[in-house]
């Protein structure tokens, strides 16, 4: 059987080991372990950068979490939680512990980068505004540092969908599965399709992630305006206007 007739096979459509549920699966492990990152990593990586304390912990902390064996990460993980829980959660809990601890050094990293980017008449110019350190942070340093932010969202969200695919090794569904169980019975045209969706689905996830990005950023910090020419004919009063939408008639 080749790729196209497995694609076309409507048993590989349909049912709990069916392509639609175990994409579903996939996603659902990649979302939590995201949100728990996000929750972990942002608020440590924008504080830091906002202090200045504890930037050296940030570059030894993601050197090493980046180092760590997913694999063999993912089995001690087993062997420590699993005894606590029951059912699923005795594979679920350590595979997405794991997950977290892969996503965390991008998220922290580029929010702690974007802060430190952070041009300083910017924070001179809110402070001298009367404005609070929590209030330049949130409200002058964020905006400021999205782009980087949301870029190591994008990384660590891509990572995760190409590594939660360890997942099936403990047993646990998503599109593992594919491969996990194509390489035991010696399926090789399954292994092929489970890395194909893989492949799809970052594909997918990458691109939602920036209509994201273009939707939270401001035009002024991607370059997404363009100058209108002065009505005197002076270059260097041209008035910043918004590039027109793709599509439509400038």
């Excluded at 950068?49 to 504890?54: A, K, S, V």
């Excluded at 570059?59 to 059912?87: E, K, M, W």
């Excluded at 035009?219 to 100058?227: C, I, N």
């Amino acid at each position: 059987m080749n790729l196209i007739d497995w694609f076309a096979d409507p048993a590989h459509w349909v049912g709990p080991d069916g392509i639609p549920r175990q994409v579903l699966t996939h996603l659902l492990y990649c979302a939590i372990a995201a949100a728990a990152a996000i929750v972990i990593a942002l608020p440590a990586g924008l504080v830091i950068g906002h202090t200045g304390r504890g930037a050296v912990l940030v570059a030894g902390l993601a050197n090493a979490l980046r180092a760590l064996p997913t694999l063999g990460l993912l089995i001690a993980a087993v062997l420590l939680v699993s005894p606590h829980f029951g059912s699923q959660l005795a594979f679920a809990v350590p595979a997405l512990i794991v997950l977290v601890v892969l996503a965390v050094p991008p998220i922290l990293t580029n929010a702690y980068a974007g802060v430190v980017a952070v041009p300083p008449q910017v924070r001179t110019a809110a402070h001298g505004i009367g404005m609070r350190p929590w209030q330049v942070l949130l409200t002058v340093e964020l905006p400021c540092a999205l782009p980087l932010v949301i870029s190591g969202v994008r990384s660590a969200s891509l990572q995760l969908v190409s590594t939660a695919t360890v997942a099936a090794y403990v047993s646990l569904g998503g599109l593992g599965r594919y491969i996990i169980d194509g390489q035991a019975q010696l399926d090789y045209t399954q292994m092929l399709a489970g890395a194909v969706l893989v492949a799809l689905l970052a594909v997918a996830v990458e691109a939602l992630l920036l209509l994201l990005e273009r939707a939270l950023v401001s035009p002024g910090l991607t370059g997404r305006l363009r100058r209108l020419p002065d009505p005197d004919g002076d270059p260097a009063a041209a008035v910043p206007a918004a590039a027109p939408s793709p599509g439509r008639a400038p």
